[in-house]
């Protein structure tokens, strides 16, 4: 099996590793999962939904949670657990009034404590399914459009020890979701996070191929196309599936991937790596990762 041996994709496995992201079990992964958003310049109090996917039907007797963001770009003003959501359940739904909860928020790194019962009972064998745990609450302080990342650096359900899904947060002149090269120019070369993440059945994974002249950037010479290659790879770093290998035009371009491997099977929930890698005619490689959760 092909193997990855970047530098971004070996800090990407130790991350899962160090972080107790990594789980095993072929049908499910526990998961807690900062939702991407989007704000315009100088929004306040924007809400940021915060869900746990739980597996099994453990008792949850409370959660840890922390995340680290840029002070630059977002300022924490708070963290609210008496939250509904129309579309699944949420932990205020489950549980209204726990015994204790503390929110810490500090400039650029918050943490968020929650023990629902001191006896030691909380929620009781909840469903598998997605819940709302909490939203963070931001004012964008960015003084121009562009995207951070919310990166959470630790979290726990109970005795669980769940998969870190992080968040971007995205400032755009609209306030809405734009396609991610949109908010650049034509040198850039990017992957974008696949959509819908995690996904069930298949995701859509976008990336933009920079123009023909571009300094001190990946240049298709005369014009040419970039030769890509665009692999997904399971945590062991072998390849699962070949989505793109050839030559590509500049600019943007999607691509699906069914959540299956190259021989037609359907792979098991999990974290899977998508490497992008471009080069011209000098051999010179530009790459780019995105972890892609599926959840079935």
């Known amino acids: 099996m092909e193997r990855l041996f970047t530098v971004v994709t070996i800090l990407i496995f130790a991350s899962l590793v160090f972080t107790g992201g990594l789980?095993?079990?072929?049908?499910?992964?526990?998961?807690?999962?900062?939702?991407n958003t989007w704000a315009s310049i100088g929004s306040t109090g924007v809400a940021v939904p915060v869900y746990a996917y739980l597996c099994s039907s453990d008792t949850i007797i409370g959660f840890i949670f922390a995340l680290q963001f840029d002070s630059s770009f977002l300022r924490a003003t708070d963290i609210i657990y008496e939250v509904h959501d129309s579309a699944v359940p949420s932990f205020y739904d489950l549980w209204p009034n726990p015994a204790m909860h503390i929110p810490v928020i500090d400039p650029s790194y918050l943490t968020y404590g929650v023990v629902f019962d001191y006896s030691g009972s909380g929620i009781i064998n909840p469903p598998e399914g997605r819940y709302r745990m909490f939203d963070l609450i931001f004012d964008v302080v960015a003084q121009d459009t562009g995207t951070t990342i919310l990166d959470v650096t630790?979290?726990?359900?109970?005795?669980?020890?769940?998969?870190?899904?992080?968040?971007?947060?995205?400032?755009?002149?609209?306030?809405?979701?734009?396609p991610f090269w949109s908010r650049t120019d034509p040198k850039?070369?990017?992957?974008?996070?696949?959509?819908?993440n995690p996904f069930n059945s298949a995701t859509v994974i976008p990336y933009?191929?920079?123009?023909?002249?571009?300094?001190?950037q990946l240049s298709a010479d005369g014009g040419r196309p970039s030769a890509v290659t665009l692999r997904v790879y399971n945590i062991l770093g072998q390849m699962v599936r070949t989505l793109v290998d050839g030559p590509r035009e500049p600019g943007e371009h999607r691509v699906v991937w069914d959540g299956r491997d190259d021989r037609g099977k359907e792979v098991s929930s999990?974290?899977?790596?998508?490497?992008?890698?471009?080069?011209?005619?000098?051999?010179?490689?530009?790459?780019?990762?995105?972890?892609?959760?599926?959840?079935?």
């Not at 789980?23 to 992964?29: F, I, K």
């Not at 968040?167 to 306030?175: I, Q």
């Not at 992008?276 to 490689?285: F, I, Q, S, T």
């Open 188 to 196: 850039l070369f990017a992957l974008g996070q696949n959509y819908p």
């Open 154 to 178: 630790d979290a726990t359900l109970g005795n669980k020890t769940p998969v870190l899904v992080d968040g971007f947060f995205n400032v755009t002149l609209s306030g809405v979701e734009e």
């Open 23 to 35: 789980r095993t079990e072929a049908q499910c992964v526990d998961s807690v999962i900062v939702k």
């Open 208 to 216: 933009h191929l920079p123009s023909p002249v571009v300094s001190g």
């Open 270 to 296: 999990g974290i899977y790596l998508c490497l992008l890698r471009a080069e011209n005619g000098r051999r010179r490689v530009l790459t780019n990762v995105r972890k892609l959760m599926l959840v079935k």
